[in-house]
């Protein structure tokens, strides 16, 4: 499990690096500028469709976001600790390596 | 020593790679509601439905004949479902989401991953108006099924015994990664061609600049998803990683 945290470690970086090299932007999501890009291409583009639901303002969005997070990082959690437990019980002594 | 001139060489790649790129506009993600032409969407709804009935079927002969994998199957879902909800600030200044799609078609194979891809995209195209449901399709054929397809065939590197096994996987969960945004790229293109330069340097456009802002997502994803291989080997999760054992 050693190799995991120097992972983690080099994905945090990864992660937190533009924060730093990027400063001063404000890292908007990249399908808002795709519509901007569309209508530079194609000016007299309009959509023909709307979302069906759309949440309504960013703290809902943020809501809803994070409830996926959450419900898939729970599952992930829940199969990890069962299969632990499965081994541990298997093994009858603690599988930590 | 090998050890120690790899780090060499990817910190001089990552380093390069930052100094390469400068803030700009990148365009990437899911293509949005509506924003393909009407004949565009219908196509690609059509090119991604027989890979789905396949998929779809691939999946309940799967679950018939090992329920036993059912538990990874979830697990799998699961990562796919927190990666594509957490966007991640990339060096060009703007955000992308990864896709964990490479996960679970390392795992079980591309046609599974068809399935639990397209539901993710459902569910954010519904509840987050994220993507869309005229540009499912779209959207599901770069993710869903070219993702999944890429990740298992870089994948075979390993059976091959080309590379070591996580090498393989993390190659599998970042080339599929990037392989969607450059699908979503040609997708954009051939919908809305530049008026001087035509598809190609609409793709350009699209590409050239999206694809920075997803590499070091794409790198974040492979590290995470060798992580999580690492956790489940670690405890001989299923007979999926029995024959990993030692390796």
């Given at each position: 499990?050693?190799?995991?945290?120097?992972?983690?470690?080099?994905?945090?970086?990864?992660?937190?690096?533009?924060?730093?090299?990027?400063?001063?932007?404000?890292?908007?999501?990249?399908?808002?500028?795709?519509?901007?890009?569309?209508?530079?291409?194609?000016?007299?583009?309009?959509?023909?469709?709307?979302?069906?639901?759309?949440?309504?303002?960013?703290?809902?969005?943020?809501?809803?976001?994070?409830?996926?997070?959450?419900?898939?990082?729970?599952?992930?959690?829940?199969?990890?600790?069962?299969?632990?437990?499965?081994?541990?019980?298997?093994?009858?002594?603690?599988?930590?390596? | 020593?090998?050890?120690?001139?790899?780090?060499?060489?990817?910190?001089?790649?990552?380093?390069?790679?930052?100094?390469?790129?400068?803030?700009?506009?990148?365009?990437?993600?899911?293509?949005?509601?509506?924003?393909?032409?009407?004949?565009?969407?219908?196509?690609?709804?059509?090119?991604?439905?027989?890979?789905?009935?396949?998929?779809?079927?691939?999946?309940?002969?799967?679950?018939?004949?090992?329920?036993?994998?059912?538990?990874?199957?979830?697990?799998?879902?699961?990562?796919?479902?927190?990666?594509?909800?957490?966007?991640?600030?990339?060096?060009?200044?703007?955000?992308?989401?990864?896709?964990?799609?490479?996960?679970?078609?390392?795992?079980?194979?591309?046609?599974?991953?068809?399935?639990?891809?397209?539901?993710?995209?459902?569910?954010?195209?519904?509840?987050?108006?994220?993507?869309?449901?005229?540009?499912?399709?779209?959207?599901a054929l770069s993710m869903?099924?070219?993702?999944?397809?890429?990740?298992?065939?870089?994948?075979?590197?390993?059976?091959?015994?080309?590379?070591?096994?996580r090498v393989a996987l993390?190659?599998?969960?970042?080339?599929?990664?990037?392989?969607?945004?450059?699908?979503?790229?040609?997708?954009?293109?051939?919908?809305?061609?530049?008026?001087?330069?035509?598809?190609l340097a609409s793709f350009?456009?699209?590409?050239?600049?999206?694809?920075?802002?997803?590499?070091?997502?794409?790198?974040?994803?492979?590290?995470?998803?060798?992580?999580?291989?690492?956790?489940?080997?670690?405890?001989?999760?299923?007979?999926?990683?029995?024959?990993?054992?030692?390796?």
């Amino acid at each position: 499990m050693k190799k995991n945290r120097w992972l983690f470690a080099f994905a945090l970086v990864l992660i937190l690096l533009p924060l730093w090299w990027a400063r001063g932007s404000e890292f908007g999501g990249t399908d808002d500028q795709a519509e901007r890009a569309i209508q530079t291409l194609a000016p007299h583009y309009r959509p023909w469709f709307e979302s069906i639901f759309t949440p309504p303002g960013g703290e809902v969005e943020t809501l809803l976001f994070s409830l996926q997070a959450a419900l898939g990082a729970g599952v992930i959690g829940y199969v990890i600790g069962l299969y632990k437990g499965r081994s541990e019980r298997k093994n009858g002594h603690d599988s930590r390596v | 020593m090998m050890r120690t001139s790899r780090w060499v060489v990817i910190a001089a790649l990552l380093t390069s790679y930052f100094f390469l790129t400068n803030e700009q506009d990148a365009y990437a993600m899911h293509i949005m509601e509506g924003f393909l032409p009407a004949k565009w969407a219908l196509f690609w709804w059509g090119l991604f439905l027989p890979f789905f009935l396949v998929g779809l079927r691939r999946l309940v002969r799967t679950l018939k004949e090992h329920p036993e994998q059912k538990l990874l199957m979830a697990l799998a879902g699961a990562f796919t479902f927190v990666l594509s909800a957490l966007k991640i600030p990339s060096v060009t200044g703007s955000s992308s989401h990864p896709t964990g799609i490479g996960f679970g078609a390392a795992l079980f194979g591309p046609w599974v991953m068809v399935v639990i891809g397209t539901l993710v995209l459902l569910f954010q195209a519904l509840l987050l108006a994220h993507g869309g449901l005229t540009t499912l399709g779209a959207n599901a054929l770069s993710m869903a099924v070219v993702g999944p397809l890429v990740a298992f065939s870089v994948y075979q590197l390993h059976r091959r015994g080309l590379v070591s096994h996580r090498v393989a996987l993390f190659l599998a969960a970042c080339l599929s990664d990037l392989a969607t945004y450059v699908t979503t790229s040609v997708q954009l293109a051939v919908a809305f061609p530049a008026p001087d330069g035509g598809v190609l340097a609409s793709f350009l456009k699209f590409a050239g600049i999206f694809a920075i802002t997803q590499v070091p997502l794409a790198v974040t994803e492979g590290i995470l998803t060798v992580m999580v291989w690492n956790w489940l080997a670690s405890y001989q999760a299923s007979p999926l990683f029995e024959r990993e054992k030692g390796a």
